[in-house]
């Protein structure tokens, strides 16, 4: 079974523009989380999308917004990026379980530095 | 704010020794997972204990949980140099549907 894929791995912008970045999860796994991973903040939450919908957002900007595709791929996209938005974005995806939330299993993560 | 917070922050031992890692968190949990991450790369799930357990066990690993402290420790018996790597607590909150982390601790296993 194919882990889960992120793509870039790596990308560079300068402040003002915009970024897109894909996972894609494991086969048959309906939930994907984002997360926001920088040496002063640790793993921040950004959101959690399961079949189609956001079920969950964290504590983020409006510059920051996702899509779930119909066949569970996701997009996360930042808009007039800034200096602290550099960081490495980490992708989740997940089979729930009736109690509670199961295992992630996570992307190598897309490490975008803002210039 | 964290929810899960990582004690220590960083560790330093020789191969052989044994590893403990603490995290503490503030309100009810469904589950609680490990997780390590090797530097700059994604996150691989440890273990997973659920709040109705009080210890679980895999390989060299032993995870206890402690619900009316609201803690967990992470024991990883004769580390390996290739046990380097952060090591985070997660938490499953009652009513959410995602995982929070702590900061992590950093654990350096020197040969």
């Known amino acids: 079974k194919a882990g889960v894929t992120q793509t870039p791995r790596y990308l560079i912008k300068t402040r003002g523009q915009q970024v897109t970045l894909s996972c894609s999860p494991i086969?048959?796994?309906?939930?994907v989380s984002w997360y926001q991973q920088t040496p002063g903040q640790g793993l921040q939450f950004l959101f959690e999308y399961f079949s189609e919908t956001q079920r969950n957002k964290g504590n983020f900007p409006g510059r920051f917004s996702g899509r779930q595709f119909s066949n569970s791929r996701s997009e996360m996209n930042v808009s007039t990026l800034e200096l602290g938005d550099s960081a490495l974005y980490l992708c989740?995806?997940?089979?729930?379980?009736?109690?509670?939330?199961?295992?992630?299993?996570f992307g190598e993560g897309s490490r975008l530095t803002v210039l | 704010s964290q929810q899960g917070e990582e004690d220590p922050q960083a560790l330093s031992i020789q191969e052989g020794e044994n590893a403990t890692m603490n995290c503490s968190y503030k309100?009810?949990?469904?589950?609680l997972q490990w997780y390590r991450q090797n530097s700059g790369r994604g996150l691989v799930h440890l273990i997973l204990i659920r709040s109705n357990e009080r210890e679980k066990h895999s390989g060299r690993l032993r995870v206890t949980l402690d619900t009316s402290k609201k803690s967990s420790s992470l024991l990883i018996t004769a580390s390996r140099a290739a046990d380097t790597a952060s090591y985070f607590c997660?938490?499953?909150?009652?009513?959410?549907?995602?995982?929070?982390f702590g900061k992590g601790t950093m654990l350096l296993v020197s040969p």
């Open positions: 309100t009810s949990i469904n589950n």
């Open positions: 086969s048959g796994h309906r939930s």
């Open positions: 989740a995806s997940s089979s729930r379980t009736s109690d509670g939330t199961g295992e992630l299993f």
């Open positions: 997660a938490t499953d909150l009652t009513g959410y549907s995602t995982l929070t």
